[in-house]
């Protein structure tokens, strides 16, 4: 099993990671699954719109969602995780056939057995390298799927691209 999580300590800088990582990889000619996450700033005091690109050319969906002028829920879509969800799905059995899962985030959802879950489990169970991005929050619950069995990866681009072709080279 090839599976590795990303935390970094700046905001944003997981999802601008993954996106770089999802890049030098296809550049490279590697077959990609998964998602990635772009935030668009709203303004200083405004929390920034979330979007995921669908790899590894696939549509961009926004999945957060405006709860109004001081509302303090979660803004994640649900129903938008859940579409970009049913497409990496989908594409785990396209071909040409993906080598690497690149996930955005496990967060609460995945945490709590939902959003990507399921999609890491399968990607593992055929072989694929899956590589997610992961939060303080949620750390130890991923620990706690991946029994033990991820390794933290590198917050640079060239460590993360070479555990990569390492796991690729292993499998």
Known sequence: MHLAYVMTETRGGTDRLLSSLAEALHAKGIALAGIVQTNTECSDDALCDMD????????TIR?????????????????ALEQAVGQVSSSLQAEPRPQVLIVNKFGKHEADGRGMRPVIGEALA?????VSGVNRMNVEAFKAFSDGMAVQGGSALDDLVAWVEESLAQS
């Open 52 to 59: 995921v690109r669908v790899l590894p050319d696939g549509q």
């Open 63 to 79: 999945i957060s969602q405006s709860l109004g002028a001081g509302a303090r829920g979660c803004r994640l879509n649900p129903e």
């Open 126 to 130: 055929q072989g694929l390298v899956v």
